[in-house]
């Protein structure tokens, strides 16, 4: 059946397979199609604007993912995750005379967040969503990354800089969609590379040098074979600014694949690996399995729709923003951690299950609204509540971008899904005109981005990394570096 999404207009389809997976988990049919369902869950994830602020328990200064402009409620991480609080403290009655949207968002508001979403983290205060990261400074969204700089979901790498969906590789540097590679530079969706610079769509290659679509090759330029000698001399008469200009304008009369699915079985969308019968989908990692609309989707995900950044090993997930390790049946979350089941409308919960509406708590049943039910009240309470919601209108419905704590060009929906200023506060979505780029305060070599002309600073390591390897310093921030390196992307997918 074809369905009219609710923010965009557009027709969307509701084919017999979407339908059995939303009576088996019984919850309404989206009014949303698939791309709007994706924006505003992103819209509920901020994961590189940082700001400094005090934490509200301590007082101490911290850097965080709240400015003084957001009006949360804030701890430092080792506070927020220690037993000097209680979250059922903020605990408080449904009320049936207000929508359910309206009463959560004061909730939210009132319990504590932690200032950032790491744990196990050492020397790597400037990271997010991250964890067992090591000595790394600006990395996001990546795990067990070690001396890694400027970084975006690097996932088990080393000496790293500047690289975008990175997987299990060392002495990267501005890299995007590569795994298992070493020493590889300015490359794009390549596996098992080394030592070779502006490769594109390439498998296990080395000592090549602007190369696309070639499968264990050695001493290669152009797709042209050379010997070692004649590379040698090649390499060495290059001059790397002028090549990588040359290589942005020489990259679009290449050949591309269809995708970079790996032993993807019955699958649709790109990025999928070793994975089956998961439709629509983009970022799925090892043994996920019947999913569909996921976006970064973790290892052994199964029979789950509509989640983003979540997942491992764990099944029955339905429009769930990250988290949500080792748990099953989880439908309208935000940063759910591990353990957790039977689980809706929630957000920051730990190894709870048979809870709804909830924030912040830990290892507890039957909770509503951060208050504790016997299991009889809860089973007698919580269908009420639904029926509540679907008069009003909120039942099946991811929370709204209206209340999110974030900005929406704070958040990650505006890298995929761009909006200017006015078409964002048109729809009632909040705005942040000074989103600055934050730097260590021991940063050195003050400069100003080529682009947009925003101040920012190198810091010594990444001057050591850049004279280590014969790299030119970086001409722009950042953040203009990442949105180029975005734009690489193949987002299709997405939208």
Not at 37 to 64: P, V
Not at 122 to 130: I, L
Not at 278 to 297: K, L, P, Q
Not at 355 to 380: A, D, L, S
Request: charged share 30%; glycine share 6%.
């Amino acid at each position: 059946m074809n369905k009219q999404c609710k923010q965009c207009g557009q027709e969307f389809l509701i084919d017999s397979r979407d339908q059995a997976f939303y009576k088996r988990i019984d919850v309404s049919e989206p009014s949303f199609c698939a791309p709007c369902r994706r924006q505003r869950r992103l819209s509920w994830r901020n994961d590189r604007t940082l700001y400094r602020r005090k934490c509200d328990k301590s007082g101490k200064d911290m850097i965080s993912l709240f400015g003084d402009h957001h009006d949360m409620v804030v701890y430092d991480s080792k506070i927020w995750w220690g037993d000097d609080w209680n979250a059922l403290d903020y605990g408080r009655e449904f009320d049936f005379s207000r929508p359910f949207f309206e009463q959560f968002d004061e909730l939210s508001r009132s319990v504590p967040y932690p200032n950032l979403f790491t744990a196990h983290g050492e020397n790597s205060d400037y990271t997010n969503y991250n964890i067992y990261n090591k000595n790394s400074y600006l990395c996001f969204a990546g795990n067990y990354a070690e001396d890694c700089l400027y970084c975006y979901t690097a996932e088990r790498c080393k000496d790293c800089v500047d690289c975008l969906f990175v997987w299990y590789s060392e002495l990267c540097y501005e890299c995007v969609h590569c795994e298992d590679c070493y020493a590889l530079k300015y490359s794009l969706h390549s596996r098992n590379c080394s030592n070779s610079y502006f490769l594109e769509d390439c498998i296990g290659c080395k000592d090549c040098f602007m190369c696309y679509g070639l499968t264990q090759k050695q001493y290669c330029v152009l797709n042209k074979q050379y010997s070692k000698e004649e590379y040698e001399k090649l390499l060495a008469e290059f001059d790397l600014e002028e090549l990588r200009e040359r290589y942005l304008k020489e990259r679009g009369t290449w050949e591309r694949p269809d995708s970079h699915n790996v032993s993807a079985e019955d699958c649709s969308g790109d990025y999928i690996l070793h994975s089956k019968n998961c439709t629509d989908c983009y970022i799925m990692a090892n043994e996920c399995e019947d999913c569909r609309y996921v976006f970064n989707g973790f290892p052994g995900l199964k029979d789950s729709y509509d989640c983003t950044y979540a997942g491992e090993h764990s099944d029955l997930m339905y429009e769930c923003l990250g988290g949500g390790a080792a748990s099953h049946k989880l439908a309208f979350c935000a940063v759910v951690f591990s353990g957790c089941s039977d689980v809706s409308y929630s957000i920051l919960l730990i190894g709870c299950s048979d809870c709804f509406g909830c924030v912040g708590i830990r290892k507890k049943r039957f909770c509503i609204f951060n208050k504790q039910y016997t299991e009889q009240e809860y089973r007698e309470l919580l269908p009420r509540i639904i029926e509540h919601m679907k008069k009003t209108g909120e039942w099946g419905e991811f929370f709204p971008t209206e209340i999110s704590p974030y900005c929406y060009n704070e958040t990650v929906a505006s890298e995929y899904f761009e909006m200017d200023k006015e078409e964002v506060l048109a729809k009632g979505w909040q705005w942040r005109d000074a989103v600055e780029e934050i730097a260590a305060e021991d940063a050195e070599d003050l400069r100003k981005c080529e682009v947009t002309g925003k101040s920012f600073r190198l810091i010594k390591k990444e001057l050591e990394f850049y004279k280590k390897h014969d790299l030119p310093l970086p001409r722009k921030c950042f953040a203009q570096r990442h949105k180029e390196r975005m734009a690489l992307c193949d987002k299709s997918n997405l939208k």
